[in-house]
């Protein structure tokens, strides 16, 4: 079972990008997809992209043409390229092993602090 860490998150302006990563401390390549959930002020967690292992994505449709999930499996990483971000964007995101429209139980590591300051 791997273990996941999130990072890049920080401050950004309205129309700006960021990039997170999910580094995974084992092999992802055999996981059957792996997603990215953001959970906002005052709102439920939801899943806003997820990956499959032969690379087919999806895509919340708050997201969709904004959003890019990718990964790498020689890194044992996956990525969310966001751009043209807006201040409801503003969330703490996490990734997860387990894909679902409604979020899992366990599985989330720290998460990572994207803030959209407009």
């Known amino acids: 079972q791997v273990q996941l860490v999130e990072s890049g998150g920080g401050l950004v302006q309205a129309g700006g990008s960021l990039r997170l990563s999910c580094a995974a401390s084992g092999s992802i390549v055999s996981i059957n997809a792996m997603g990215w959930y953001r959970q906002a002020p005052g709102k439920q967690r939801e899943l806003v992209a997820a990956?499959?292992?032969?690379?087919?994505?999806l895509y919340a449709d708050s997201v969709l043409d904004r959003f890019t999930i990718s990964r790498d499996n020689a890194k044992n990483t996956v990525y969310l390229q966001m751009n043209s971000l807006t201040p409801e964007d503003t969330a703490v995101y996490y990734c997860?092993?387990?894909?679902?429209?409604?979020?899992?139980?366990?599985?989330w590591g720290q998460g990572t602090q994207v803030t959209v300051s407009s």
């Open positions: 997860n092993s387990r894909v679902s429209w409604y979020p899992p139980r366990d599985g």
């Open positions: 990956i499959r292992s032969g690379g087919s994505t």
